[in-house]
């Protein structure tokens, strides 16, 4: 199932250094998602994207940034000014951003701090 | 507020015991209820949903409004059922996204 693919698989970043996690898709979804998990706290929803050159933030968007360009791609950076990023960042889509679709979900990308 | 709670991280049953995963949820009108499910080194996939109405793997749901609950359940627990199992809600008109519990760890033992 490569519908949705993640990369790095791990990643590791500097005090200071912004780093871009990739979200691909070829499930000609047109909504995507980042969640981001915590031990113990479940996934959070940090961006979503319902359609192409548009994006909302979820609950706990500071930090971070996205960008939708193309349907299939939905990168998310993790800027400096996210003072605690070690967590495991999970990618989603679905057919369409309504509440009756469910989720296709990534293998996920794991960062840690240098 | 939009929340959902699995008041259980760890539920530990003997295989062939019956299993019920509990989910409360809090949302002011009709949402769309879910479970996703992780396996061991597998990526997290949807188990059930309530609009399906359907039985995945021997498990069901039924969503109960007046009491708010979405509770997972299923007869007789098999050692392959063994997850991370996550409650989650979807808004009206909120785009999709959705919001998860806490998750619940099922181990089956033999």
């Known amino acids: 199932d490569g519908g949705i693919t993640q990369s790095p698989k791990y990643l590791f970043r500097k005090e200071g250094q912004n780093v871009t996690l990739s979200c691909e898709q070829n499930?000609?979804?047109?909504?995507m998602y980042w969640y981001r998990q915590d031990p113990g706290q479940g996934l959070r929803l940090i961006y979503y994207?319902?359609?192409?050159?548009?994006?909302q933030k979820g609950d706990i968007a500071e930090g971070y940034s996205v960008s939708r360009e193309k349907k299939e791609s939905f990168p998310l950076t993790v800027t400096s000014a996210q003072k605690n990023p070690t967590a495991f960042y999970l990618c989603?889509?679905?057919?369409?951003?309504?509440?009756?679709?469910?989720?296709?979900f990534g293998d996920g990308t794991r960062l840690s701090i240098l | 507020a939009q929340r959902v709670t699995q008041p259980e991280k760890l539920l530990s049953v003997f295989k062939g015991a019956p299993v019920e995963l509990k989910c409360n949820y809090s949302?002011?009108?009709?949402?769309?209820l879910f479970w996703y499910v992780q396996y061991s080194r597998q990526r997290l996939q949807l188990l059930l949903r309530?609009?399906s109405r359907e039985s995945i793997k021997g498990f069901t749901a039924d969503l109960n409004k007046g009491e708010t609950s979405f509770h997972l359940k299923k007869p007789f627990a098999q050692e392959e059922d063994s997850a991370m199992y996550y409650c989650?809600?979807?808004?009206?008109?909120?785009?999709?996204?959705?919001?998860f519990g806490q998750g619940t760890e099922l181990s089956v033992k033999p």
């Open positions: 989603a889509s679905s057919l369409q951003g309504t509440s009756n679709q469910p989720q296709h």
């Open positions: 499930l000609n979804h047109d909504a």
């Open positions: 994207s319902q359609i192409v050159n548009d994006f």
């Open positions: 949302y002011s009108g009709s949402p769309e």
């Open positions: 309530h609009i």
């Open positions: 989650a809600l979807s808004g009206y008109n909120q785009g999709g996204k959705l919001i």
